[in-house]
Structure formats: C-alpha cells, structure tokens
C-alpha cells in the first residue's frame, strides 16, 4: 500500500521564483493537509481539503501561497513569487476522513535563497 | 482558537529511564492524538484517544486522556536509544475538524 507521496524531496530556489510542491494522498482517503514546519513556529497547517474541496484556508500565510486539489488523486500548493522566510519542511498528509489520524508524507525541503 | 501546550520542550534521559510528555488544551476536546517524528522523518502517528479517562498501551509506551478531555500524557517505560524522537500531541476540538499540533517534546536518549 503506497503511502502519501510528495515530489520534489528537496527544492532550492532563488527569491522571486515559483515553486510548486506536489503531493499524491493515499487511494480512498478523501481529506488531504499541507503542514509547513519550521523549528521557530514548529508544525502549522497551511490548509485542508475535504472531497478536494478547500475547507479551510486560514493558515495560508498570504497570497503568496495557494493550492489547488484538481481530482482526489492530486495536490499542489504553489508560492509565487517564494521568499527567504518560507524556507521550511513542507508535509503532504492525508486521512480516510476529517478526523481520522493523518498519514504524511515524506516532505518537501524548500530552501529558498 | 484552540490553544495546545506541550511540555517539556526538551528531555535528555538515560537508556533505561522513563520519559513523560503533557499535553493540555485551552477547550474540551473530542479526542487527541498522538504522533513520533525521528530526525529527518515526518510525523507518524501512534494512537488515538476519544473517551475521557481512557488509557492505552502500546509495549513500553503508555497513553492517558484526561477526565476532563482537556489534557494527555504519553509515558515511556525504560526507554530506548530507538525512542529518540520528537512526540508531538494533536488536538481536534468539537467545532473544528482539523487537528492542531502542540510544540512536540524533543527527546534524547543518552546510551
């Protein structure tokens, strides 16, 4: 059984470029989370998807950031333009249904210079 | 919103000796869960508690919800080198679906 899978493993970028993180859930699980962990702010959720609906946004940081879950196989959370500061570990994870426990994936470096 | 404290933030311990975290919330819970994070890794998660009072074991590691459903604690019984980790708490309140993660307590075991 696959787990949640996240490409790329490691992102370095310069300022002002695009950065677009992917992530396949696990077959049948129907909510979907992107998690950005820092050690200064530690694990923080960015946003979550119910039946690839967007349910709650409220931890997207600004409008630099923005996700989209086209099908219930796919996810993407973009930055643009991406900065030093969203420098983290970024984590796909997904669940059976909103309450479940999650399963993540193996998260996306991001290193932005 | 929810509010979750988790201590200790840190906790170096002897192989053999025992580890507990806490984990209190600012709002009644409807259940906590509890999930382990080895260096490099992601969060894995570990067990579920919904009714107040319950206590789980899981080998070594012991699980316990509060009466209130307000705080937890995870124990760990003669620790190992392989429980290095970080064990973090995570909170679903009734209102809100998503689960709100605490600090996490960085665990050292010295062998």
């Known amino acids: 059984d696959a787990g949640v899978i996240q490409s790329p493993r490691h992102e370095v970028t310069e300022m002002g470029q695009e950065v677009t993180l992917r992530c396949k859930p696990i077959?049948?699980?129907?909510?979907l989370f992107w998690y950005r962990q820092t050690m200064m702010r530690g694990l923080e959720l960015l946003i979550y998807?119910?039946?690839?609906?967007?349910?709650?946004d409220s931890g997207m940081p600004e409008d630099r950031f923005s996700a989209k879950m086209p099908n219930a196989s796919f996810s993407t959370l973009k930055i643009q333009p991406s900065e030093p500061r969203d420098s983290a570990v970024y984590f796909c994870a997904s669940s059976r249904d909103s309450g479940s426990p999650l399963h993540f994936g193996n998260g996306t470096r991001l290193t932005v210079t | 919103g929810q509010q979750v404290m988790q201590i200790p933030q840190y906790q170096h311990v002897q192989e053999g000796e025992d580890f507990t975290t806490y984990c209190n919330s600012s709002?009644?819970?409807?259940?906590i869960q509890w999930y382990k994070q080895r260096p490099g890794g992601h969060p894995v998660f570990l067990i579920q508690l919904v009714k107040s009072g319950e206590v789980k074991k899981q080998k070594r590691l012991t699980f316990q919800f509060g009466e209130a459903k307000k705080n937890s604690s995870l124990h760990i019984t003669a620790t190992q080198t392989t429980d290095v980790g970080t064990y973090f708490c995570?909170?679903?309140?009734?209102?809100?679906?998503?689960?709100?993660f605490g600090s996490g307590t960085q665990l050292t075991v010295l062998p």
């Open positions: 709002t009644t819970l409807s259940n």
């Open positions: 995570a909170l679903s309140g009734w209102s809100a679906r998503q689960l709100t």
């Open positions: 998807f119910n039946n690839n609906v967007p349910i709650d």
């Open positions: 077959s049948g699980h129907n909510s």
